[in-house]
């Protein structure tokens, strides 16, 4: 079990990476939705789309920054991810790949409870207590060796 837990925090990485194809950027919607139209007509198209049974990934537009892009994302398989960008350059010669690797959760620090605080307050009352009763202690013995030699 704990050779399992510890084989997935290593490659937890590659688990969690995702891959999209940049396949074309127009500048507005009604032009990435026609470049999309168009490109459904391809062969390249038809290849890429017999691969969507291997890794269900989608092809669509959507809009990024001040363009609309055409994209294929959610590869889970880089192979599939790279048959499918070099189907795209056949038509998009600037069609390129990016890997995306999602952030795994970190575990959030437990929380303290009641009982927890009150130990801590304790303990830091106690430390307090004991450095005072210390302090007169030694202050008490002073004072008694002064006091003795008169």
Request: charged share 25%; glycine share 2%.
């Amino acid at each position: 079990m704990k050779l399992f837990f510890l084989t997935f925090l290593l490659f937890s990485s590659t688990l969690f990476a995702q891959s999209k194809v940049i396949i074309a950027a127009f500048k507005t919607k009604e032009s990435a939705q026609k470049g999309l139209e168009l490109y459904k007509q391809t062969n390249s198209y038809k290849k890429m789309f017999l691969l969507r049974s291997e890794d269900n990934f989608k092809i669509y537009t959507r809009p990024s920054g001040k363009y609309f892009v055409l994209v294929a994302e959610k590869f889970h398989k880089k192979e599939v991810a790279q048959k499918v960008l070099h189907y795209a350059q056949e038509i998009f010669k600037k069609a390129y790949l990016r890997e995306i690797i999602t952030k795994t959760k970190k575990p959030q620090p437990k929380h303290t409870t009641k009982i927890d605080d009150m130990m801590i307050k304790n303990g830091i009352a106690i430390f307090f207590t004991l450095v005072i009763f210390f302090t007169i202690l030694y202050y008490a013995r002073k004072f008694k060796r002064i006091y003795d030699q008169y």
